[in-house]
């Protein structure tokens, strides 16, 4: 069983966010399955800190970015929309190249509130970050 509200082509979720944060980031939706989805970000100047370093605001605007295009795949987008409501990250490795993958899995799906677990792996599959996300559901109308 899925929790989404609909059918999806990664295609059309990648162009959602292509002139947000997200499109100016280049993090990309990799991957839809039946609890969460995979997103991808680069790791290069725009998302290093100046050390060299994947910047930890990165790591969250990544985990906040997943969580939050699949907390608005999963309600009627017609009626509800899903906005940030908490974020807590621990960075756990470094990251100086490549791309990083967030891992996002829903915990909870409520009428009000979706829970994410969102971890993020280097090109070498270890864990960089782990973050948890809140989205609140708030109506349209």
């Not at 999806?8 to 292509?18: A, D, F, S």
């Not at 017609?78 to 470094?94: D, E, Y």
Request: net charge positive; with cysteine.
């Amino acid at each position: 069983m899925s929790i989404w509200f609909k059918d999806y082509e990664l295609e059309q979720i990648n162009k959602m966010g292509l002139s947000s944060m997200t499109g100016f980031l280049d993090i990309k939706v990799s991957a839809i399955n039946s609890n969460g989805l995979e997103a991808t970000m680069p790791v290069n100047d725009k998302t290093k800190q100046p050390f060299g370093l994947l910047h930890g605001g990165a790591s969250c605007v990544l985990a906040e970015s997943v969580g939050s295009i699949a907390s608005n795949l999963v309600v009627d987008n017609s009626k509800f929309a899903a906005v940030g409501q908490s974020i807590n990250a621990s960075h756990l490795k470094s990251a100086r190249s490549g791309l990083v993958t967030a891992i996002c899995e829903a915990i909870h799906i409520g009428k009000s509130s979706h829970v994410w677990d969102i971890k993020i792996l280097n090109e070498n599959k270890q864990l960089v970050c782990v973050s948890r996300l809140t989205m609140a559901i708030i109506s349209k109308v």
